[in-house]
């Protein structure tokens, strides 16, 4: 077998010092800013690999668009063949709130020019396992109105503004007429967080009907003292999906009622992520360990995904190999990787492989409060050719949920238990020690305990 790995000849170090003020929006804990907000990363990665923790959202080629992210639209040809100036559906419900030009951002609903049962159009939650044209297919038939807003500018002056909101809070679709400006057109978003959607246009008139909303979020939404950490983590143990409490926290439906603005919805989606585990994590600490080496799988959607439970106490790592080719690997030669990772006490700053750590440790983390247990967790991902498309961290955080509901593999051994990960994916085990914190820290543990 041949392996390709990035050339390690040359490499560099970029520092990023861009500040991106999104946490202060939230008006959350220090404790949860720490982890979620990205300022001064510093990049150590082979020469090439830029695009591979860029992702089309930092611009660190200096570029005015990502050059991939356009390929990959023109390539799937994601056009809309929509020619009126209004339209009548059900909306799922979705929202989109941008963040170019922050604090002033474009915000609006997205509505399908359908009725129904639109619900799966915006809940990945219910994805998993569908092909990619389906997938597509729900994102592009979702008509998105634009306005202009203040974040910080959220009641009572801006009568779309509050109609959005509305229909962001509602459980079931909702029944919307939407006049626009000019007749909607396909447009690039920059964003690998969030998933493709649909044609744009600036919004004139909303007008809704149907709209139900569940009591947890009521409430939630009602109380104008209870934060919007606090406000996150009572949805989630209502059971609310993460994708609606994303959607909720993005239109300033929650917090303290002065400090309540619109949250982006790239910022949002991680957010979440981040504060659901991460609370998560602090109660699996006091379970007992599991008591022998897990490994489960998945595969979907030319992804590979192989997790390692370690019966040790708590730390997590996340590696994504890229294969030539891809979306976020334009050399045709070389295999990119990159991963991040965290030990017990957690981390201090921004995952430098972005929201697609925090979506897969929500995953992790859930499994094991469910198990009472800890562990330690690596997760190994390899993107194959024919992954074109940034589908958002969605696509992480349920292919780990699946591969969870999986049967397990049972190990008596770390040896044993790599050896078989090893087995079932492409790329040579010294190519992810090369680049995983967590492997290196586990040899070197055994090692010191060989001459105890």
């Not at 997938?135 to 202009?148: A, D, E, P, Q, T």
């Not at 239109?251 to 949250?263: P, Q, T």
Request: charged share 25%; aromatic share 10%; glycine share 6%.
């Amino acid at each position: 077998m041949v392996h390709y790995v990035p050339d390690r000849k040359s490499k560099f170090v970029k520092k990023v010092k861009k500040r991106i003020p999104w946490i202060e929006h939230l008006i959350l804990e220090n404790s949860f800013a720490s982890e979620v907000n990205p300022e001064g990363l510093e990049y150590i990665q082979p020469k090439g690999s830029i695009c591979l923790l860029c992702r089309g959202t930092k611009m660190l080629c200096g570029k005015q668009y990502c050059p991939l992210i356009k390929r990959a639209y023109v390539y799937l040809k994601l056009t809309s063949h929509y020619k009126a100036t209004a339209i009548d559906g059900d909306a799922p419900p979705a929202v989109f709130i941008g963040r170019k030009g922050y604090p002033y951002v474009y915000a609006g609903p997205m509505v399908p020019p359908e009725h129904g049962d639109t619900s799966i159009y915006d809940l990945p939650e219910t994805w998993f396992g569908r092909p990619l044209d389906d997938i597509l297919m729900f994102r592009s038939k979702l008509i998105r109105g634009m306005f202009v807003t203040n974040v910080k500018k959220i009641h009572g002056t801006d009568k779309l503004l509050e109609k959005t909101r509305e229909m962001a809070l509602s459980d079931i679709p909702v029944e919307t007429e939407a006049v626009f400006k000019k007749i909607p057109k396909q447009r690039l978003v920059l964003d690998s967080d969030v998933q493709p959607m649909g044609p744009t246009a600036p919004l004139e008139k909303l007008s809704l009907d149907n709209v139900k909303i569940q009591r947890p979020v009521e409430r939630v939404y009602s109380d104008t003292d209870l934060r919007a950490a606090d406000g996150i983590l009572d949805l989630y143990t209502h059971k609310i999906e993460v994708t609606k409490i994303q959607r909720i926290l993005s239109v300033g439906a929650m917090g303290v009622e002065i400090d309540r603005k619109l949250v982006p919805t790239r910022w949002s989606i991680t957010a979440v992520d981040s504060i659901i585990s991460k609370t998560l994590r602090e109660e699996i600490k006091h379970y007992p360990l599991i008591n022998e080496y897990r490994v489960f799988e998945t595969t979907y959607l030319d992804n590979r995904f192989l997790i390692l439970m370690i019966p040790r106490v708590w730390s997590y790592e996340l590696i994504e190999a890229w294969y030539p080719g891809t979306l976020w690997n334009p050399s045709m030669v070389n295999i990119g990787i990159a991963g991040d990772w965290e030990g017990y006490k957690g981390r201090t700053n921004y995952a430098s492989i972005g929201g697609c750590y925090y979506a897969a440790r929500l995953a992790i983390t859930e499994y094991l409060k469910n198990e009472r247990r800890q562990a330690t967790v690596i997760i190994f991902r390899e993107t194959l050719p024919g992954n074109n498309m940034p589908l958002g961290v969605w696509f992480v955080r349920e292919s780990v949920r699946n591969a969870l509901k999986n049967e397990y593999k049972k190990f008596d051994s770390l040896e044993e238990a790599l050896k078989y990960t090893m087995s079932k994916l492409n790329i040579s085990i010294k190519y992810w020690y090369e680049v995983s914190g967590l492997l290196k820290e586990l040899y070197k543990q055994r090692m010191l305990t060989e001459f105890l």
